[in-house]
C-alpha cells in the first residue's frame, strides 16, 4: 500500500508536469475520445426503447462507470505485478490525460488573440469550440464574456475536481470522474432528446462536483490575493452569487471570477435558438469587459491548479509518512 501511494505520487507529479508543458495530447486515443465512444455506442443502444429513457440512462451510466474502474484496475494492476516502474509510466499518462490546465488556456487565448486584432468572426468561430450557447449573435464582450466564463467555469472541473480524484483515490478514481465528467457534457443537456435520458450522468456529475467546486472557489480566491487582484470583492460575489446558476456547482468558480475581476457575468443566453432569459447574472459590472480579461481568469486558473497541486501532493505525502 505505501509502495502504491510513493509512485502515486510520483505520477501525479509527472502528470502535472506534463499538463503545465505538453497540454492535453489531441489524438484517438486519449482517454475522452475513448470515453466519448463508448458513452456513444451505449446511446445508441439504449436510447431506440421508447419508454423507461430514464432508467435506461441509469443503466448506461452504471456501466460507464463500472467499465471504467474494471479496465483501468485490471490494466494498472498488471502493470503493478510486472513492474512498478511500467506502473508509474501508465498512471502518469492517466494522470496527464486527466487535467486540462494548458489546453484551456491555449483554447481561450485562440479566442482572445483574434478578438484583439478586431476579427470579431474569426473570435465567435473560436469560441464556439468550447461554449454551448449560440455564438453567432455575440458581440464583442459577449465573445469576451463567454471565453471567460468558460476558464472560471472549467478551473473547477478540468483542473481542481480532476486533482482532487487523483489524490483521493489515484488515476482509477481520477479516470472514473472524467469518464462522469464526459457523460454530463455528452448527455446533461435538458432538452426534449436529454431531460429524461441523461437526468442520471447530470446528477451524478453535480454530486462529484460539489465538493471540489467549493475547494476551488477557495483556491481562486488565495489566486486572487497572489495575482493581486480583487480578492476581498472575489470573496464577497461567491457568497452573494454562488447560486446563481441552474447546476449547484457551475456559479461557485464563476463568481470568484467575476468579482476578483470586477466584471458582471453570466445573465440571459441562447442555446439552440432559445433564449433563456431567467438566467440571473453574476457579479457587478464595475467596469467593462475587454479581451485582457481572458488572460486574467488564465492566470487565476493556473494559479488555482498551482495551488491545487501542492495541496494534493501535500495530503498525499502526510498519508504515505502515517502509513
Not at 489524438?27 to 432508467?55: C, P, Q, S, W
Not at 455575440?138 to 465573445?143: C, I, K, S
Amino acid at each position: 500500500m505505501k509502495d502504491l501511494l510513493y509512485w502515486n505520487i510520483v505520477a501525479l507529479i509527472v502528470g502535472a508536469v506534463m499538463d503545465a508543458i505538453v497540454g492535453d495530447p489531441e489524438n484517438r486515443l486519449h482517454m475522452v475520445v475513448i470515453f466519448g465512444t463508448v458513452i456513444k455506442v451505449l446511446e445508441d443502444r439504449f436510447y431506440k426503447h421508447r419508454y423507461h429513457r430514464r432508467a435506461y440512462g441509469t443503466l448506461l451510466v452504471i456501466l460507464c462507470v463500472t467499465l471504467t474502474a474494471l479496465v483501468l484496475g485490471v490494466l494498472l494492476f498488471a502493470l503493478w505485478k510486472l513492474h512498478h516502474l511500467l506502473y508509474c509510466l501508465w498512471a502518469s499518462v492517466l494522470c496527464w490525460q486527466c487535467l486540462a490546465a494548458k489546453s484551456l488556456r491555449d483554447a481561450s487565448e485562440k479566442v482572445r488573440v483574434p478578438l484583439e486584432a478586431g476579427d470579431l468572426d474569426q473570435a465567435r468561430q473560436m469560441v464556439g469550440r468550447i461554449v454551448g450557447r449560440d455564438t453567432k449573435i455575440l458581440d464583442e464582450a459577449g465573445v469576451a464574456r463567454a471565453a471567460v466564463e468558460t476558464v472560471a467555469e472549467n478551473t473547477s472541473d478540468g483542473v481542481i475536481a480532476p486533482l482532487f480524484y487523483l489524490a483521493l483515490g489515484g488515476p482509477v478514481l481520477g479516470c472514473v470522474y472524467k469518464m462522469i465528467n464526459t457523460m454530463d457534457s455528452m448527455l446533461g443537456y435538458k432538452n426534449a432528446r436529454y431531460i429524461d435520458f441523461g437526468r442520471a450522468a447530470a446528477k451524478l456529475d453535480d454530486a462529484v462536483n460539489y465538493l471540489p467546486s467549493r475547494l476551488a472557489a477557495l483556491l481562486l480566491i488565495l489566486a486572487a490575493k497572489i495575482q493581486k487582484l480583487d480578492a476581498k470583492n472575489a470573496a464577497r460575489i461567491w457568497k452573494r452569487d454562488r447560486r446563481n446558476h441552474a447546476s449547484p456547482n457551475s456559479a461557485q468558480t464563476e463568481s470568484v471570477v467575476a468579482g476578483a475581476l470586477g466584471l458582471r457575468l453570466a445573465g440571459p443566453t441562447s442555446y439552440f435558438g432559445q433564449l433563456k432569459e431567467d438566467k440571473p447574472y453574476i457579479g457587478d459590472a464595475l467596469r467593462e469587459i475587454e479581451p485582457e480579461d481572458i488572460r486574467r481568469a488564465n492566470r487565476l486558473m493556473f494559479t488555482a491548479a498551482a495551488e491545487m497541486t501542492v495541496l494534493a501532493l501535500v495530503c498525499m505525502y502526510a498519508v504515505y509518512l502515517a502509513i
